[in-house]
């Protein structure tokens, strides 16, 4: 069965310093996918980035990086030079390559940046 | 843009009720998702649908049906609403044109309060 663990709940910290959010994830599968979304406020969800499980690049995407290590079944999320606008609730999630591709989501970590 | 609309941001309803929660998406997307999102369990699938009336149980069925007739609608019921149904419920759809795997697109989400 397909499991996604963010083992942090709840991160605070002060505006401008760099934070990292975990997530772990456990398949089966040789073929998958791997999503972060961020969830502000507002309630909807809106998606970050998309990675499959043959590529293992690193990826940067302005204050946003995102480090995926096969070998740790991790895929963890840093915000360098957080600001306010960065707090909301990230959830991770996992999608089998086949079938009808559900995501698994974990608990999600809910950041709080403060001014 | 994808836009994916729900019929209520909020809704409170009584115990024993019959609940209707719409969705709507605008990209003529084959695969539609409801979730419901409750603190420290993340997001988890009650149903899906791959097409026009086609649907498939999730993890957490139980208490639920779904409607799809028209591909850009799709329905959530409860057929008898309890006080453990007080949830935030996310719809979600997803195109399957394009590239192997695309991501999902999120609606703001209903919460809805069973008393």
């Known amino acids: 069965a397909q499991k996604v663990t963010q083992a942090q709940t709840e991160i605070s910290v002060v505006e401008k310093e760099d934070v990292t959010l975990d997530c772990v994830y456990e398949?089966?599968?040789?073929?998958?996918?791997l999503f972060w979304y961020k969830q502000p406020p507002s309630g909807e969800l809106v998606f970050l980035i998309r990675r499959n499980s043959f590529d293992e690049q690193n990826e940067i995407s302005g204050r946003y990086s995102w480090n995926f290590q096969k070998s740790t079944s991790s895929f963890n999320f840093t915000i360098t030079a957080s600001q306010v606008v960065d707090s909301a609730v990230y959830f991770c999630a996992l999608s089998e390559g086949r079938g009808a591709q559900k995501l698994v989501f974990g608990q999600g970590t809910r950041l709080t940046i403060n001014p | 843009d994808v836009k994916v609309t729900q019929s209520s941001r909020y809704l409170v309803k009584r115990t024993g009720e019959k609940v209707f929660l719409e969705c709507v998406q605008d990209?003529?997307?084959?695969?539609m998702f409801w979730y419901r999102q409750d603190p420290g369990l993340g997001l988890r699938l009650i149903y899906f649908s791959y097409d026009v009336k086609m649907k498939e149980k999730g993890d957490i069925p139980e208490g639920y049906s779904v409607s799809r007739e028209k591909k850009e609608r799709f329905s959530l019921i409860l057929e008898s609403a309890s006080t453990n149904q007080t949830s935030m419920y996310l719809c979600a759809s997803r195109g399957l044109a394009g590239v192997a795997y695309n991501e999902q697109f999120f609606g703001p989400g209903t919460r809805l309060t069973v008393l």
């Open positions: 990209m003529d997307h084959e695969n």
């Open positions: 398949t089966r599968d040789t073929t998958y996918y």
